[in-house]
C-alpha cells in the first residue's frame, strides 16, 4: 500500500475537500483524485460520495466492517409528516434495537426538499414516496408499496366517489396537508388528465 495514497486521504479528512488537500500537499486536484481512486481500488471500498463533498463524518471510515451492533456516530433521517405519522415508528425503532450506540436524529421535511437534505448532506437517509427522477449522486431503494386512498363522509352521494368517469365537476374539495408531496401532486395532474375539477 502506498502511504502516500493514506497522506492524501488523511489531509482531504482534515481540510474537508479535495482541493483543499490539493494545496496542503501541494498537488494538483486530478493527483488527489487518482490516489483516492488507487486507495478505493486497493481497499475495495467507496471512500467518498460523488457528490463533491466528503462523507461527512470520519467515524463512518471508523464504523467500516464493524457489526452493525457496534457502529456509532450519528445518523440523520428525513421525511415528510404524512411518511412520519403512518409508517416510521417501527422502523425507528427497529433501527435504534439494530444500531443502539448511534444518535438518531429524525426532522420532517416537505416532500419536495429530501433529495436536497441528501444532496447538501444535511440528511444522511430520505424516506419519501417515488418521484422517479432522483439525481444521480444519490442511491435510491424501493422499500415497499403503499396503497393510497380518498376518504370521505359516510353522507356524500356514491356518484360522487366515482373518480373514473371525465369530464365531471365535483360539489367537495379535498383536504390535504402538503400542497407539494408527491401523492398530491400525482392526484393532480391525475384530476387535470380526466378533467375533473373540484370545488
Do not use: W
Not at 116 to 135: E, H, L, R, S, Y
Not at 183 to 196: P, V
Amino acid at each position: 500500500m502506498n502511504t502516500k495514497n493514506l497522506e492524501t486521504l488523511m489531509a482531504i479528512i482534515e481540510t474537508g475537500s479535495f482541493q483543499k488537500a490539493a494545496t496542503r500537499l501541494d498537488y494538483t486536484p486530478s493527483a488527489v483524485t487518482s490516489q483516492i481512486k488507487q486507495l478505493e481500488n486497493e481497499l475495495s471500498i467507496k471512500l467518498f460520495e460523488k457528490i463533491g463533498r466528503i462523507l461527512s463524518n470520519v467515524e463512518q471510515l471508523h464504523n467500516y466492517k464493524k457489526d452493525v451492533s457496534e457502529i456509532t456516530g450519528t445518523l440523520r433521517l428525513v421525511a415528510p409528516d404524512s411518511i412520519f405519522i403512518y409508517n416510521m415508528q417501527p422502523l425507528i425503532k427497529e433501527i435504534l434495537h439494530t444500531a443502539p450506540n448511534i444518535r438518531l436524529i429524525v426532522n420532517s421535511l416537505p416532500s419536495h426538499e429530501i433529495n436536497q437534505a441528501i444532496v447538501d448532506g444535511t440528511a444522511d437517509i430520505g424516506i419519501d414516496c417515488d418521484k422517479g427522477n432522483f439525481p444521480e449522486t444519490l442511491v435510491h431503494k424501493s422499500l415497499r408499496s403503499v396503497a393510497a386512498c380518498l376518504i370521505a363522509s359516510p353522507f356524500i352521494d356514491p356518484k360522487e366517489t366515482d373518480f373514473i368517469t371525465p369530464h365531471q365537476r365535483k360539489p367537495f374539495a379535498i383536504i390535504g396537508n402538503e400542497p407539494k408531496a408527491n401523492y398530491q401532486t400525482a392526484l393532480t395532474e391525475y384530476l387535470d388528465t380526466k378533467d375533473i375539477v373540484l370545488r
